[in-house]
């Protein structure tokens, strides 16, 4: 069985500081994909970054990046430059090519104070 | 439509009244899936459709939780004889195709419900 765990529950940092949101995952698959879901009050997941695992080069999309560490399997998300919109609540999710859909963590709950 | 469309919003129903979820995928995803997240838990996947079909239904809940698509668009998911643990936030998500990176999944603003 895939497993993915967030080992905390809530952060909160300072508006324009940076803040790693770590992700573990359990799998005996090779080929797979690792996502970052950020889900805001208003309820609906919105995709913020994804990563093949074949791929050995982290992904980034603008303030947010990962670093994938496939041996430890390890997926943490980076956000740079905080800002009060980033608060939210993000799942790191798994999926692989047999699976039925994505498996998704716990979630942290990031708080960015102004 | 722009995006993947719940209804409703909210529901509130009374233990053992049947309810039925709508979601309205973004036209042309082939792929749709039911998610079921409760308070302070990640989100459990209920079960996913590849055009009209289920392939497997096992992470239904229960045999009183039922799904089904029809024209390879709008789903229904209906939860009869309602518990109190039923109460959740239900999400639905539809992706071009299934299980691909280059196919994230869009999600809805999933339906509250609260079963009193």
């Known amino acids: 069985a895939q497993t993915v765990t967030q080992s905390q529950p809530e952060m909160s940092v300072q508006e324009a500081e940076t803040v790693t949101l770590s992700c573990t995952y359990d799998t005996s698959e090779s080929n797979y994909y690792l996502f970052w879901y950020k889900q805001p009050p208003s309820r609906q997941m919105i995709l913020v970054i994804r990563q093949e695992a074949y791929k050995q080069q982290n992904a980034t999309e603008n303030r947010f990046s990962v670093n994938f560490q496939k041996a430890a399997k390890s997926f943490s998300l980076k956000i740079s430059d905080s800002q009060l919109g980033d608060t939210a609540m993000y799942f790191c999710?798994?999926?692989?090519?047999?699976?039925?859909?994505?498996?998704f963590g716990k979630g942290t709950h990031l708080i960015i104070q102004p | 439509g722009a995006g993947v469309s719940q209804s409703p919003s909210n529901k509130v129903t009374e233990k053992g009244k049947d309810v039925e979820l709508r979601c309205d995928p973004i036209?042309?995803?082939?792929?749709l899936y039911w998610y079921r997240q409760s308070l302070g838990q990640g989100l459990e996947f209920l079960i996913y459709?590849?055009?009209?079909?289920?392939?497997?239904k096992s992470g239904l809940p229960s045999d009183r939780f039922s799904a089904e698509r029809t024209g390879g668009s709008v789903s229904t998911l209906t939860i009869q004889r309602t518990q109190q643990e039923d109460s959740a936030v239900y999400l639905c998500?539809?992706?071009?195709?299934?299980?691909?990176?280059?196919?994230?999944?869009?999600f809805g603003n999933g339906t509250r419900l609260t079963v009193t």
């Open positions: 459709f590849q055009g009209n079909s289920a392939p497997d």
């Open positions: 999710a798994f999926i692989w090519g047999g699976a039925d859909g994505l498996t």
């Open positions: 036209s042309g995803h082939t792929a």
């Open positions: 998500a539809s992706s071009l195709e299934f299980g691909s990176y280059n196919s994230p999944l869009h």
